[in-house]
């Protein structure tokens, strides 16, 4: 069967919606680094205008934690949120080289009325003009100002989850590791979305999974060389860089992880959640027929992307609330 006839109907019909506005290739033809950030622009304009509820306290705020420049954060709280407060820090996608918390922004508050959390948006330096670890450092110091400025914001500096998205799940895993390994800031739990954590990208699924107009295994290699500049394809890769890499997961959080089966990470993303649960972190792993990699971008109000929603709403609610579904 073609890979195009097992997509989820409602994620396949939005896809050729999506080829139709911006090429037959969609994602899949990306040629350069610019095209990459123009055709992600074209997707987040393609789904509307993003509208915050008038009851939704949202605002931008500046850091300067340890980093060579500050850091800017997005916050947003429903205004009937307690405090102190759960809080999820949130990483975006865009194959560390686009994508933005503005892109966002109506995701986030919807996040956050959804489980009454805070959730805080990270805007981390992209590559190639900021490779490795200009983001990593960004959202770790992010982070690190959240947890110390707690009190100014409301959360409880011991319910705070990673919350990433592709490219934002190779940095909230890399996050995950470095809190460990240097005793801090301490994670109730780890979100991690389709994750892009290899950058091998080796695996039979990153070359069944690609060239029908979604991600593709050549805008993958292409954002790995960005990230990693000339350590690409060497043995110097740090598992901060890569978390595919580390090869002691012990005492990390637990992690939630979810993945389309027919998303070119999909690989990766299992091969994690089996090794995090072989060094003994509790892992709740969804792998979705139907789903592509950015499915739920293209067609948020598909009926497989509502459910997915649903699933990694209950997540953080039981694991940052102690609420049982």
Do not use: K
């Amino acid at each position: 069967m073609d890979i195009r006839e097992r997509i989820d109907p409602q994620l396949r019909t939005r896809l050729e919606q999506y080829r139709q506005l911006v090429g037959v290739d969609g994602l899949s033809g990306v040629r350069d680094i610019p095209e990459r950030r123009r055709r992600q622009a074209e997707l987040t304009a393609s789904r509307g205008a993003q509208v915050i509820p008038d009851d939704d306290d949202v605002h931008d705020q500046v850091i300067a934690h340890g980093v060579a420049s500050p850091v800017s954060l997005w916050v947003y709280r429903p205004r009937a949120t307690t405090r102190p407060a759960p809080c999820v820090y949130y990483l975006h996608g865009g194959g560390l080289v686009a994508g933005s918390v503005a892109g966002d922004h109506a995701r986030l508050a919807r996040l956050a009325r959804a489980t009454g959390c805070v959730v805080v948006a990270v805007e981390y330096r992209l590559a190639p003009e900021n490779p490795y670890p200009a983001a990593l450092d960004d959202c770790y110091g992010g982070l690190v100002g959240v947890a110390d400025g707690h009190r100014e914001l409301g959360i409880d500096p011991d319910r705070i989850a990673l919350y990433g998205t592709s490219a934002g799940g190779c940095l909230a895993a890399a996050v995950a590791l470095l809190a460990r390994d240097r005793g801090g800031p301490a994670i109730a739990h780890q979100m991690l979305v389709s994750p892009m954590l290899d950058d091998l990208s080796s695996t039979p699924s990153t070359v069944v999974n690609t060239g029908f107009g979604a991600w593709s295994r050549e805008a993958n290699i292409q954002s790995w060389q960005a990230w990693l500049g000339q350590d690409f394809g060497t043995d110097r890769i740090s598992p901060y860089a890569a978390p595919a890499r580390a090869r002691d997961l012990t005492d990390l959080p637990p992690t939630y992880l979810d993945v389309g089966d027919l998303d070119l990470l999909r690989d990766e993303a299992v091969d994690f959640a089996r090794r995090l649960s072989w060094a003994g972190v509790p892992v709740e792993l969804h792998v979705y027929p139907g789903g592509i990699h950015g499915g739920e971008s293209l067609a948020p109000d598909a009926e497989l992307s509502v459910r997915i929603r649903g699933y990694r709403q209950d997540a953080l609610r039981r694991a940052l609330r102690g609420e049982l579904f």
